[in-house]
């Protein structure tokens, strides 16, 4: 199956859908200019795929641009019907879909890699692929490519508006900064360079991607 066929087959978000293509372009842009060695195919089909199952914790109203043009009514019975098949928890709703994908294990790994709890894990880590999956996905805010530091202060701005500021979020923003500085060393890239404009041509071949 492309990767277009599975997100039509899994009902998947047009916004989701451009989410994980841009996360993707990221990896992918890091990945040409990294000196380091990493599994590129593997990181690309784990960022197409990582996040399949986040309907079910998106609040529907919070961009209503993002519903149309079936609508809200249309998009709540699909996240109902992914609760009631996959459960609450949208990483193992994410996991059990690419299970029955048929993806390898090492695609599991990198998708497991990714979430901003996991940053200082992923800074620890010695495996490059998973540093640049999670780094891509800090990288895209809802409406494009982003640097790090606005991708945190959006991410921020949204939690602390439902009273949810913690000292962890500052930690775990810490790690993700020094993240990027072990990817970048290894560059001939800034992190500036990593851009929408940078990343939308890579994305045009993913819907076409085999799995």
């Given at each position: 199956m492309t990767i277009a066929e599975i997100y039509q087959a899994y009902q998947i978000m047009p916004n989701l859908q451009q989410h994980m293509f841009r996360?993707?372009?990221?990896?992918?842009q890091v990945c040409q200019h990294l000196q380091a060695h990493v599994e590129r195919e593997?990181?690309?089909?784990?960022?197409?795929?990582?996040?399949?199952?986040?309907?079910?914790?998106?609040?529907?109203?919070?961009f209503p641009e993002f519903l149309e043009p079936e609508g809200l009514e249309y998009w709540q019975q699909v996240k109902d019907?992914?609760?009631?098949?996959?459960?609450?928890n949208p990483h193992h709703a994410t996991i059990a879909i690419v299970t029955e994908l048929g993806v390898s294990d090492r695609i599991k790994e990198l998708i497991d890699a990714v979430g901003f709890n996991?940053?200082?894990?992923?800074?620890?880590?010695?495996?490059?692929?998973?540093?640049?999956c999670a780094y891509a996905d800090m990288r895209v805010a809802p409406h494009g490519v982003v640097s790090l530091s606005e991708r945190?202060?959006?991410?921020r701005k949204r939690y602390e508006a439902k009273g949810?500021?913690?000292?962890?979020?500052?930690v775990m923003g810490a790690f993700l900064k020094?993240?990027?500085?072990?990817?970048?060393e290894k560059m001939d890239i800034g992190p500036e360079d990593v851009t929408e404009k940078s990343v939308t041509p890579l994305t045009e071949k993913y819907p076409a991607l085999e799995l």
């Open positions: 996360v993707t372009g990221v990896a992918e593997n990181i690309l089909r784990a960022c197409l795929l990582h996040d399949m199952g986040n309907i079910i914790k998106f609040d529907l109203q919070y019907e992914f609760i009631q098949k996959y459960g609450k996991l940053a200082k894990k992923n800074f620890e880590s010695d495996d490059f692929s998973r540093k640049v945190l202060e959006d991410g949810d500021h913690n000292t962890f979020s500052y020094k993240i990027e500085k072990q990817l970048f």
